[in-house]
Nanobody, 125 residues
Framework: QTQLVESGGGSVQAGGSLRLSCAAS????????RAWFRQAPGKEREEVAT???????TYGDSVKGRFTISRDNGENTLSLEMTSLKPEDTAMYYC???????????????????WGQGTQVTVAS
């Protein structure tokens, strides 16, 4: 079993920055794909950014150029650097992981088996 724990959420003014972290523990050696999703009230959960085991990345159209996904050298901590934040970025942000993903396929939440509990990001206008 793989456990994921997010941290780093909070409230920020529009134009500000936040850095989210996701620590993985337990059975992690088979994890190939890690991602960030977000869900705003009344909306579906959407992919924010994904990083696969070969270092390839994808980003949601709304965050391209503003958000950066990365992992530490030990690969157990996934980060999401968020800059130029907008009120529409307000959501619960979730860390996700799975043993495989195809970045060309348009990833959805059903493609990931492991999830964290989420961390709230609120951007005030």
């Amino acid at each position: 079993q793989t456990q994921l724990v997010e941290s780093g959420g909070g409230s920020v003014q529009a134009g500000g920055s936040l850095r989210l972290s996701c620590a993985a523990s337990g059975y992690t050696y088979s994890i190939y794909c890690r991602a960030w999703f977000r869900q705003a009230p009344g909306k579906e959960r959407e992919e924010v950014a994904t990083l696969d085991g070969d270092g390839a990345t994808t980003y949601g159209d709304s965050v391209k150029g503003r958000f950066t996904i990365s992992r530490d050298n030990g690969e157990n901590t996934l980060s999401l650097e968020m800059t130029s934040l907008k009120p529409e970025d307000t959501a619960m942000y979730y860390c996700a992981a799975d043993s495989w993903c195809d970045l060309s396929s348009g990833l959805q939440s059903r493609d990931f088996a492991y999830w964290g509990q989420g961390t709230q990001v609120t951007v005030a206008s």
